[in-house]
């Protein structure tokens, strides 16, 4: 069976919120904009591509690059974060520990040239589930990191054995067949690596205690589309994007998105050997699912769901396999070489636990597979252990806003762990950076929107499936708001109080926290300038309903303002509310008359 879902949003609930990047500090890192503040990264990163959470949720590590994407001289780095479990929010390790490359205040990376051995072109940041080692795919390479589970703390290996590269250039790492630097997947037995890229998939054997990687000897071991280097011939490879590992350990799956243009998207289909941890791809039609099989493999299974497949992933019971379709879309607007342009999908098949084999059916089952009601440009997958929450991340290509109306955005659906079925969450679930579709202004509808909002090219969900975290840009945390602030009018009473509506949200229990009201922008009101606090008041609100709160304002800073004639003021009201383990702050801008 196959189920495919258009990337859509559908309209929000009165009572639920979308989602938000965290307002809390440890929300965003990054660049700050005139409509976002984000904590600079220590080591000067500038643009994130890829990131991952250690098994426990503690901690959560991103690659990104110093110096410009792929600028000449640029600098690769990977950033560690401890993550507060029940705020969600990061905070970057001190001292040199906090980031990894060769950037003053850095750990440093001791091994071949720092453009080389973490380059400006990773893809793929893993954690294995041991929690023992982290994994990037970088520029040439592969970097191996032995990794402290109780502090979080990385150390690249010794020697060659801190990375693995390609036996036709191998330099100081240890040499490999056929590596793939686009993605990485570990059995769920921990005992191989997989890397796809270029036109390949390569297993890498992992030695249980320190984590070094070496491959075996044999054709088993890697795959390519025309069988050099000694691997074993795979048509259906060409451009891999994605590979998964099934919770069994007896099934690979590769993504190819071909030449795009030309309709070369495929899912190549693998058996694993458990004791060598060797592929072979399943024989005839159950092989691959091709877009063009008269390109990709005359033995594949026509599929249209294999166009333009971006990532891949396996439901943890391994049942399902899903697959982003990432959309074309023309820098001039036009069909390329006589093919409409394609919109992107969340693909769900079914998958036959005794084959690994992907069955297919008819598209609709979620939404109808209409081209006008698309997010195009999908790039990023993620599931949570549970198997409960879904998340697919899209960023915005050249040409894409453009005929499209669209631009970056983050999806999540909620998963039927009995049947499979995925349905956005009451509330819409998803956030972007523009209003609406151009060719169908329900595309994004009741979406949150957010101008700073930055592109998806990484992303992870915490182990509870209630937090997205997102490389691209900005590091950003999403979270669902606990409570909302309505926009509304306030006013100085004569008692110096003011009333502020707070409405505690569907789908959980009760919501208790503190709410503040303070100056947004820093006033001059006594020794210096700064922000100014204007009260606080506490609060104990039902799921589903609002209640009306009363902040009394201290007489000092408000006969300050009235002494200086300011009798309307621009204030930040922040409502921190805990509920069910979690606390989240919310955050509106409101005009407060004086």
Do not use: W
């Amino acid at each position: 069976m196959i189920v495919c879902a258009l990337l859509l949003a559908p309209g929000a609930a009165a009572s639920q919120a979308g989602l938000v990047v965290s307002p809390a500090p440890g929300g965003c890192f990054g660049q700050s904009t005139g409509l976002r503040h984000c904590t600079p990264v220590r080591g000067g990163m500038d643009r994130s591509s890829a990131v991952a959470l250690s098994p426990d949720g503690r901690y959560v590590y991103v690659f990104g690059t110093h110096g410009g994407y792929a600028a000449p001289g640029s600098v690769g780095m990977v950033a560690v974060f401890a993550r507060e479990q029940r705020t969600d929010a990061l905070r970057q390790l001190p001292g040199p520990e906090g980031c990894i490359g060769e950037i003053a205040g850095c750990a440093p990376v001791t091994m071949g040239k720092p453009t080389e051995e973490l380059g400006s072109t990773a893809q793929a940041l893993i954690v294995t589930a041991d929690a023992r080692n982290v994994y990037v795919a970088a520029y040439d390479r592969i970097v191996v990191f032995a990794r402290d589970s109780s502090t979080g703390v990385l150390t690249q290996l010794p020697g060659a054995l801190g990375c693995v590269s390609d036996a036709s250039s191998p330099g100081s790492c240890t040499p490999a067949r056929a590596v793939g630097l686009a993605a990485l997947a570990i059995s769920p037995d921990g005992a191989d690596l997989y890397s796809a890229g270029g036109s390949a998939v390569s297993a890498l054997r992992r030695d249980p205690v320190t984590g070094a990687l070496k491959q075996l000897p044999g054709s088993d071991q890697c795959a390519d589309a025309d069988g050099s280097e000694g691997c074993a011939v795979s048509g259906s490879l060409r451009i891999a994007t994605g590979v998964a590992v099934s919770p069994d350990g007896r099934s690979v799956y590769v993504t190819s998105l071909g030449t795009a243009f030309e309709g070369e998207g495929a899912v190549s289909v693998f058996a694993r050997d458990p004791v060598t941890g060797g592929i072979g791809q399943l024989a005839g039609a159950s092989g691959c699912l091709s877009v063009n099989p008269s390109l990709s493999g005359p033995e594949c299974a026509r599929s249209a769901y294999a166009d333009s497949p971006a990532s891949v992933l396996v439901s943890p019971d391994g049942r399902e396999v899903y697959v982003a379709l990432g959309g074309i879309a023309a820098p001039t607007g036009e069909s390329a070489k006589g093919r409409s342009l394609l919109p992107a999908a969340l693909v769900e098949f079914a998958r036959d636990s005794s084959t690994g084999a992907l069955q297919e059916a008819s598209c609709g089952a979620l939404h109808p597979c209409a081209p006008e009601r698309v997010i195009p440009s999908v790039f990023a997958l993620a599931i949570a252990p549970s198997g409960r929450r879904l998340a697919v991340g899209s960023i915005e290509t050249p040409g894409a806003a453009a005929f499209f109306g669209t631009g970056n955005m983050v999806s999540t659906f909620d998963r039927n762990t009995t049947t499979g079925a995925l349905a956005q969450p009451r509330g819409a679930g998803c956030i972007t950076d523009v209003t609406a579709s151009l060719e169908s202004p329900a595309s994004v509808r009741g979406c949150t929107l957010d101008r700073a909002f930055s592109g998806v090219a990484g992303l992870a969900l915490s182990p509870d499936g209630e937090a997205a975290y997102t490389a691209g840009g900005d590091i950003q945390v999403l979270i669902t708001p606990i409570v909302a602030i309505p926009p509304q009018p306030l006013s100085l009473h004569r008692s110096r109080t003011a009333r502020i509506r707070v409405a505690c949200l569907a789908g959980g229990g009760r919501c208790t926290g503190r709410l503040r009201l303070q100056s947004a922008r820093r006033l001059r009101l006594g020794h210096g300038s700064a922000p100014v606090s204007l009260g606080a008041a506490r609060f104990s609100i039902r799921a589903g309903k609002s209640q009306t709160l009363t902040v009394r304002l201290p007489s000092p800073p408000v006969r300050g303002l009235l002494n200086r004639g300011i009798h309307r003021l621009r204030v930040l009201v922040t409502a921190t509310a805990s509920r069910d383990g979690h606390t989240h702050p919310a955050q509106a801008s409101l005009l407060l008359g004086l």
